[in-house]
């Protein structure tokens, strides 16, 4: 804990430096907002006055966690522009509803409240209700050992030459056929849950003793939280202190001995659909229960984790949900502990720093050259599902892979006690209408796990790159589309051409 406050304390006067006084730039207002906060003539010309809404739904769909419905819903009130804030806030209050269920049974449901400036005082104020629930998390293990490429054998036959550095799609396809047991107590691990649906269907496959590896790299967790989080500012606004909490009660489920579909490995795949086999199979171990059994990882039964959380940020962005120039710099400190109810002690330190640079500024409309580095350090006994967590002041991060990270890559493909990553975005804005302005953006990501802060160093890292469509509408809801690739990449349903072997997202606001 000690090495923890100390980086935290030391980056946090770091930060600090860079707030330099400045005169008050609006004499209505009831304390000082470094002029560097306020929004651009251009932008505050069309920024909307009250309360409105905004939102998308429909059908959507994801690689991992499979097609699906539902939406998001924001209410935002702006104030007026009398009010001396409405130059120097993205907003006065800002609420969203978020609700989504997929065919891989994956449910998201988080109702948010987020009031800067509360009360006209130099507080911010943040809660959040979440309920998720996700039978289709990944594992590849914790820290470096994660680095290792993807292997399989062709259709998962112990006698087949082993396959390495394969992508996500191959690898996942081979570990779906059924095989024979390696031990002769593998099938042991059949869950009795189960065991009255093989009787009922008539079922053999108890009987030919194969299992299959479908589930390997997957668990199911639930995880029903509250997150709550006040900020106070200083220095005309460029610093705030922050502090928080998050409570969450998770439960683990594995699909050890569960009833999967499985092919045969003589006729699962062939080029006749007509007399392809789909047989219901028993799982054989997962990759969890196997680090968990060797005493790798802890937390394979879930339970509470309640942590108090502390940060400071520094932060001179022109307006928060799209910024054109400015510094975005934070530490955060959270603490899980037995004395506030969490079954585990550890300790977590996050630092970013964004930056946001507009090269052609009065030449071009908006052309925004926008970048990021990241660092995180874990120590305690961790649960296992906790190493992908980082949590930043405007919302968490999870592993390295998927759309907040390294887009390229399957989410939480890299994780591990020490994560550092970096994002860097050239956004430039193409179109306008009346309450809408459209965005592309290249992309490129990198990163990767450490063992501990010792071994840190510029050595082996993983890199994806893509490009994004951004829509924003009435200047504070950004709808981005992603295209991201990288040698891992899960198959598109294009096989062919520039968008084969790429992720595809669907979702709301700047990753950063």
């Known amino acids: 804990m000690t090495k923890n406050l100390t980086i935290f304390f030391i980056i946090s006067f770091a930060i600090s430096v860079f707030a330099q006084e ?4 609006d004499p209505r207002l009831p304390f000082e907002i470094d002029p560097k906060k306020r929004i651009s003539p251009q932008e505050l010309e069309k920024k909307k006055e009250g309360w409105f809404v905004t939102g998308i739904g429909g059908p959507f769909s994801d690689q991992n966690t499979g097609a699906g419905f539902g939406g998001r819903v924001f209410l935002f009130n702006n104030g007026t522009k009398d009010d001396p804030f409405f130059a120097y806030t993205p907003y006065r209050h800002r609420f969203f509803l978020n609700l989504s269920n997929t065919t891989k049974k994956a449910q998201y449901h988080w109702l948010d409240w987020d009031a800067p400036y509360f009360l006209d005082t130099q507080w911010r104020v943040r809660a959040a209700l979440i309920y998720d629930r996700n039978p289709n998390n990944l594992y590849f293990g914790i820290g470096e050992q994660s680095l290792k490429g993807l292997s399989y054998k062709d259709r998962n036959e ?5 396959r390495t550095n394969a992508t996500f799609p191959e690898q996942q396809e081979a570990l779906a056929y059924r095989r024979d047991p390696r031990s002769p107590n593998e099938i042991q691990y059949f869950d009795d849950r189960y065991l009255n649906a093989f009787v009922n269907q008539n079922i053999p496959a108890l009987q030919n003793q194969k299992v299959t590896d479908r589930m390997y790299n997957r668990y199911e967790l639930e995880s ?23 409570l969450s009660n998770n439960i683990i489920r594995t699909f050890d001995g569960t009833l999967q579909k499985a092919k045969d490995p003589y006729f699962g795949d062939t080029d006749f659909p007509i007399i392809n086999v789909s047989i219901p199979t028993v799982q054989g171990k997962t990759k969890v229960t196997e680090d968990a059994e060797a005493g790798k990882i802890i937390g394979i039964k879930g339970g509470h984790v309640n942590l108090l959380r502390v940060g400071i940020v520094y932060d001179s962005r022109d307006f928060e949900p799209d910024p054109t120039r400015g510094i975005f710099a934070e530490v955060t400190h959270e603490r899980s ?23 052609l500024r009065g030449i071009v409309n908006k052309f925004v050259i926008a970048g990021r580095v990241a660092l995180v350090n874990n120590e305690g006994t961790l649960p296992f599902f906790e190493y992908k967590n980082m949590w930043g002041t405007e919302g968490g991060l999870s592993g390295l892979g998927g759309r907040t990270t390294l887009r390229g890559y399957i989410q939480d493909r890299f994780v591990g006690p020490v994560m550092g990553f970096g994002n860097l975005e050239l956004r430039y804005r193409f179109y306008e209408l009346p309450g809408f302005t459209f965005d592309i953006a290249p992309l490129f990501d ?6 501990s802060l010792k071994g840190v160093n510029l050595k082996e890292y993983k890199h994806s790159y893509g490009l994004g469509l951004r829509i924003i509408w009435n200047q504070s809801t950004i709808i981005y589309l992603e295209w991201a690739r990288s040698r891992e990449s899960a198959v598109s349903n294009f096989s062919k ?7 595809f997202y669907l979702n709301f606001g700047h990753i950063f």
Do not use: C, H, I
Not at 340 to 348: A, D, E, K, L, P
Not at 446 to 451: A, N, Q, S, T, V
Not at 497 to 503: D, E, I, K, L, M
């Open 22 to 25: 400045q005169p008050k730039s």
């Open 158 to 162: 112990p006698g087949q030459p082993l």
């Open 224 to 246: 029903p939280q509250v997150q709550l989080s006040m900020e106070r500012s200083y220095l005309n606004g460029l610093v705030r202190s922050v502090l928080g909490a998050r």
């Open 337 to 359: 502990d037995k004395a506030w109810g969490s079954n585990y002690v550890f300790n977590r330190t996050f630092g970013q720093f964004r930056f946001f640079y507009s090269p």
């Open 446 to 451: 990198f990163g990767r796990p450490w063992d």
């Open 497 to 503: 051409g520039p968008f084969a072997g790429s992720n």
